[in-house]
């Protein structure tokens, strides 16, 4: 083969593997969690909802975080946007235009920003937990033992095999220490996943009105599952979405209510039905008074019938 073919092939060979590596593959973005469909009529709601993204890009990066007892310090797992199917964007559209199409006067559209939007999985305490339990059976069963009965016992090996055991155990118990401060430093918190979205909202109504605020939404849930590591792991992954659609709806009924106080404070948009047709409040005449069936022109009742 010429060198020329060869300089070719690796040229070709090299410029694969850039390709590869610059592929952004489902793993590193992390796994993908479905949320509930939307649905399209209240998409269609009257209201229209624009949804743009203006997270920062800290909150933009997908990190693993650890599942193994040893690496416990780093159990925190943080999903984006992009973990999440059906889009947030989409959801959001969703809750804003179903609540927003019960006011009265309906706003005519609705401008939503994204700010903040991230999905924390703490695995620390129960890693460390397990991590506790390997430690103290190190510690524990840190005893001379020899591989068989014709393994030639000698003072030497009995001494370097007492001094290893103690060894080890004095590392185990530093390690115990290490993990029971670290675990006080996060007050043993729970496994846990918490949702946090924050929003810049503009409502825009008839007459060039308009109202600017911001939203906040926070929704958490704990691990109830007793047993294995793997056991709470995976109720963890469970919770992980039932977390995030308590999270949207809990925004969405903050915006409606922020949405009531905007017309609260400004009569002049009031209730369109109310405004056509105000409530009266003059003093109602009094009623009529009852004079029974004999009345003008009428033929009387036979006496039998008109008795009481």
């Known amino acids: 083969m010429s060198a020329y073919r060869c300089a070719t092939r690796l040229s070709w060979c090299w410029l694969l593997l850039l390709a590869l590596a610059g592929c952004k593959t489902t793993a590193d973005q992390g796994p993908l969690y479905k949320l509930q469909a939307v649905d399209e009529r209240a998409v269609a709601a009257p209201v229209a ?19 193994t007892p040893v690496d416990y310090q780093q159990g925190v797992e943080t999903l984006t946007l992009d973990n999440f199917d059906p889009q947030l964007a989409e959801l959001l559209k969703q809750a804003f235009a179903q609540r927003l199409a019960t006011l009265s006067p309906v706003p005519t559209w609705a401008d939503v920003e994204i700010t903040r939007f991230r999905v924390v999985v703490d695995r620390r305490d129960i890693l460390a937990e397990a991590y506790v339990q390997q430690l103290s059976a190190e ?30 155990a004095v590392i185990a118990g530093n390690k115990l220490g290490e993990v029971e ?34 939203l906040e939404a926070q929704s958490h849930s704990t691990s109830s599952a007793y047993g294995s590591v793997e056991d709470v792991l995976s109720e963890l992954k469970w919770n992980v979405s039932p ?17 009531k106080v905007s017309l609260r404070n400004n009569p002049a948009l009031g209730d ?9 409040t003059a003093p109602r005449p009094n009623p009529p008074e009852e004079v029974g069936p004999e009345l003008e022109g009428a033929e009387p009742l036979p006496p039998a019938l008109n008795a009481k």
């Not at 743009?52 to 997908?62: A, G």
């Not at 043993?188 to 008839?206: D, F, G, K, N």
């Open 49 to 67: 909802v624009s949804v743009t993204d203006k997270r920062p890009p800290k909150e933009r990066k997908y990190l693993p975080g650890a599942i």
């Open 139 to 168: 510690k524990s069963g840190s005893v001379v033992t020899f591989e068989d009965d014709t393994t030639e016992v000698t003072a030497g090996s009995i001494v370097g095999g007492i001094t290893s055991a103690l060894v080890a």
């Open 181 to 214: 401060n670290h675990r006080a430093s996060w007050n043993h918190a729970e496994p846990s996943v918490t949702c946090e979205i924050a929003l810049h909202v503009q409502l825009h109504w008839a007459d060039d009105y308009r109202e600017e605020f911001d």
């Open 243 to 259: 977390t995030v659609e308590q999270a949207i709806t809990q925004v969405g009924d903050r915006l409606l209510a922020r949405a």
């Open 272 to 280: 369109a039905e109310t405004q056509r047709s105000p409530v009266s």
